[in-house]
């Protein structure tokens, strides 16, 4: 079932417009591609938002709704807000059921904890990429991809090339490329004896009283007494009296 949002046409443009437009509660976008020119609508913010939160919003064919017209199109792009997070413009395509798209689709992990790597030897599972971009025509675009991690073993790659995809679809990859998708790694352990000689060395940086403070007798066997003379001098004056 496709995902379906509704959308307005809209009369007035420029910057003032819009920012009068996000006031109201609404997002200016705009729809471009395939054999007709480019429309630009405004959507209900709170809708919007809320299809954005959706991740199969972020890669399916959409039903995009304008008043009496209905079409097929991609969520290309958009802005959000700095640090309010409200949503500032969204770009949509159109799509003809003839003509192939590129789009990124998200990949899914599963069997992970059933892999040898993981089970047996105590690895980690490791994601290197969570999407994939790839060709294909829009009815054969999936919503997400599984990459079965099930017979990995600590220090064993899973490439593009590895995984099985639908039926019609191809990933985008430049000559000779085959990127790692998942590995499953060996945890790091920090062993008790390093703890404990990290915490000595952090100790030992620390300077305790008696290094801040002055060494009196040191002071005492090289300084003497307060008039500075030194301490056989005065007592050999005791000796002559």
């Known amino acids: 079932m496709k995902i379906a949002i509704n959308a307005r046409k809209r009369t007035v443009q420029g910057t003032g417009a819009s920012r009068r437009l996000r006031r109201t509660g609404n997002v200016p976008g705009i729809i471009y591609g395939g054999d007709r020119g480019a429309v630009t609508i405004e959507l209900d913010h709170k809708e919007l938002y809320q299809h954005l939160s959706n991740e199969a919003f972020h890669a399916s064919i959409l ?3 304008v008043e009496d017209t209905a079409e097929d199109v991609l969520l290309r792009a958009f802005n959000m807000h700095p640090y309010k997070g409200h949503v500032q ?13 590129h789009m990124k689709v998200p990949l899914h992990f599963i069997n992970a904890e059933k892999s040898p790597g993981v ?4 690895g980690v599972p490791n994601h290197v990429i969570n999407e994939l971009n790839v060709t294909c025509l829009p009815d054969d675009l999936p919503g997400v991809i599984e990459v079965d991690m099930g017979h990995l073993t600590i220090g064993h790659a899973l490439h593009v ?7 019609g679809v191809e990933p985008v990859l430049r000559k000779g490329e085959n990127p790692v998708v998942a590995t499953v790694i060996q945890p790091v352990l920090i062993t008790e004896e390093e703890t404990v000689a990290a915490e000595t060395v952090a100790a030992a940086d620390v300077p305790t009283t008696e290094q801040t403070a002055p060494d009196k007798a040191a002071d005492a066997a090289a300084g003497g007494d307060k008039g500075g003379k030194p301490a056989e001098k005065s007592a050999e004056k ?3 009296k």
């Open 119 to 122: 089970k047996e030897q105590g």
């Open 63 to 65: 039903t995009l709704k």
């Open 161 to 167: 090339k590895d995984l099985k995809l639908p039926k």
């Open 238 to 240: 005791k000796e002559k």
């Open 89 to 101: 413009h969204i770009d949509f395509q159109r799509v003809s059921k003839d003509k192939k798209i």
